[in-house]
């Protein structure tokens, strides 16, 4: 199956950038689409950041300009570089694969999330 790690989070002080990355191991044929996620307290998990198979992302509104979604095809690999970081970007950051383990159907796979918190 499909292990998703993930690393980069931490605390930084408002105006600051932090670098998630997640890389996705196990048994992989293909991955479709690779995607940030974030969950601050009391409120529900929201998508941040998406990239396909094709390399087209989208953003949510409240980072345009500020995130920015890449991954390395050869590693599994998954980034999400984070600048003019706010104190509303505090939450907990999951990353999210929809991935195929054989040439079979695809099944969507969870990091186990990583704290991010900003200091005004």
């Known amino acids: 199956q499909v292990q998703l790690v993930e690393s980069g989070g931490g605390l930084v002080q408002a105006g600051g950038s932090l670098r998630l990355s997640c890389a996705a191991t196990?048994?992989?044929?293909?991955?479709?689409?690779m995607d940030w996620y974030r969950q601050a307290p009391e409120k529900q998990r929201e998508l941040v950041a998406r990239?396909?198979?094709?390399?087209?992302?989208n953003y949510a509104d409240s980072v345009k300009g500020r995130f920015a979604i890449s991954r390395d095809n050869d590693k599994n690999t998954v980034y999400l570089q984070m600048n003019s970081l706010q104190p509303e970007d505090t939450a907990v950051y999951y990353c999210h694969v929809i991935a195929s383990p054989t040439m079979g159907p695809q099944y969507s796979y969870w990091g186990q999330g990583t704290q991010v918190t900003v200091s005004s």
């Open positions: 196990g048994r992989i044929f293909s991955i479709s689409a």
């Open positions: 990239i396909i198979s094709g390399g087209s992302t």
